[in-house]
Each structure stands twice: as C-alpha cells, then as structure tokens.
Nanobody
Framework: QVQLVESGGGLVQLGGSLRLSCSAS????????MAWYRQAPGKQRELVAF????????RYTDFVKGRFTISRDNAKNMGYLQMNSLQPEDTAVYYC??????WGQGTQVTVSS
C-alpha cells in the first residue's frame, strides 16, 4: 500500500523558516518525480515546487523562487521542502505528491504577522 506522510508544518512568524518532510512507503520512491503543492482556505490547490526522479531537475513557481528549496533522498525514501522567509501568504496546507501516483494527507503551515 502506497503511503505518503508529511511532517514539519506548524506556526511560524513572518520571516521564519520551516522544513517539511515527506516520507514514502510501499513504493519505489526513486521511480517517481515528486512535487509539493499547497492549498489555502477558499483557494485551489497550487503547485509549489517540482523535483525529478534523480533530483537533477527542479522547478519552482514564481511566488517561492529564491525562498523555497525542494530536495529528496531516494536512499531514505524522503522528500523535503525547505521554506525560508515565510510570508503570511504562504499559509496553507502543504501536500506531498508523487507525480501520477499518490498524495499525502497534508501538513498545515501557518505564518503569523
């Protein structure tokens, strides 16, 4: 059974940092590209960052470029999203996604001003 579990969310002040983790089980993690999405209240889920299977390609949406870093450790079946310089607009539930395969349950990130 494929399972993705996010962790690392929480409440942080403006300008702070958080590191989200995504633990994968029941799947050959290295066979899939991975992405992080987020969904704010009343808004659609949106792509935040993408990383290829071998971590040789990363992409970010404009609103997080220079602040967020996506990474993965295929040996540990783990994905990460380092988030720096957090803004209140970053407040959302963040989801880990193995492209075309599975979603995590989400982790709440709240940035206070």
């Amino acid at each position: 059974q494929v399972q993705l579990v996010e962790s690392g969310g929480g409440l942080v002040q403006l300008g702070g940092s958080l590191r989200l983790s995504c633990s994968a089980s029941g799947i050959i993690f290295s066979s899939y590209a991975m992405a992080w999405y987020r969904q704010a209240p009343g808004k659609q889920r949106e792509l935040v960052a993408f990383i290829s299977k071998g971590a040789d390609l990363t992409r970010y949406t404009d609103f997080v470029k220079g602040r967020f870093t996506i990474s993965r450790d295929n040996a540990k079946n783990m994905g990460y999203l380092q988030m720096n310089s957090l803004q209140p607009e970053d407040t959302a539930v963040y989801y880990c996604n193995l492209v075309g395969m599975a979603w995590g349950q989400g982790t709440q990130v709240t940035v206070s001003s």
